[in-house]
C-alpha cells in the first residue's frame, strides 16, 4: 500500500472518529431536545456554523482552517500505519459508548512529549468542574427544581433562542 493512500486512510479514520465523537457530543442533547422541529433546520443550523468558522479560519488565517493552532505540533518525518491506529480506537472506543478525548487520543501520537501538560491541565480542569459544579448545584438547584416542577407549559421563546445561541456557540469552538 502506498504511503499517500495510507495517509489518506488515516486521515479518514481520524475526520470520522472525532466528528462522530466531539460533534455528536456537543449537537446530540441540542438535536434531541428539538426533534419537533424539521429535520432541515436543524441540519441548515449545524451546518451554518459550520460553514461560518470554516469560511472565517481561510479568509482570516490565510487558508488555515485550524486557526494555526496546528503549527505547534510537528509533522512527523515518516508516516507508517502506527498513526491509523489512535483514530481507529477512538472510533471503536465511541461505537461502544465509552466517554473518550479525542485529543488524547489523535494527538499525543505525533506530539509524544506533550502528552505530561496535557494530562495535568486535564485533571485539573476535571477537578476544578467537580468542585464547582458542587457549589453551583447546593446554590442554585434547590429555587430551580420547584419552579421547573411547577412550569409544565410550553417553554418561553427566550428559552429556545439562548439553546439555539449556546449550542452554537459551543459547537463553533
Not at 74 to 89: A, L
Not at 96 to 116: C, Q, R, W
Request: glycine share 10%.
Amino acid at each position: 500500500m502506498s504511503l499517500e493512500v495510507l495517509m489518506v486512510i488515516g486521515f479518514l479514520l481520524g475526520a470520522y472518529s472525532i466528528v462522530g465523537n466531539d460533534a455528536i457530543q456537543t449537537l446530540g442533547t441540542f438535536l434531541s431536545s428539538n426533534s419537533h422541529r424539521p429535520w432541515w433546520v436543524l441540519w441548515l443550523f449545524g451546518g451554518g456554523i459550520l460553514t461560518v468558522v470554516l469560511v472565517y479560519g481561510w479568509v482570516v488565517y490565510d487558508g488555515d482552517v485550524s486557526y494555526g493552532r496546528l503549527t505547534a505540533i510537528e509533522v512527523p518525518d515518516h508516516f507508517n500505519w502506527v498513526y491509523c491506529i489512535p483514530p481507529f480506537v477512538l472510533l471503536l472506543l465511541t461505537r461502544g459508548g465509552i466517554p473518550v478525548s479525542t485529543t488524547f487520543l489523535t494527538l499525543t501520537v505525533f506530539a509524544p512529549k506533550a502528552l505530561p501538560s496535557m494530562l495535568i491541565k486535564s485533571l485539573a480542569g476535571y477537578a476544578t468542574a467537580f468542585v464547582a459544579a458542587i457549589f453551583i448545584y447546593r446554590l442554585v438547584t434547590r429555587g430551580l427544581e420547584s419552579r421547573f416542577r411547577q412550569t409544565d407549559g410550553p417553554k418561553s421563546p427566550w428559552w429556545v433562542v439562548a439553546q439555539w445561541c449556546s449550542t452554537g456557540f459551543l459547537w463553533s469552538q
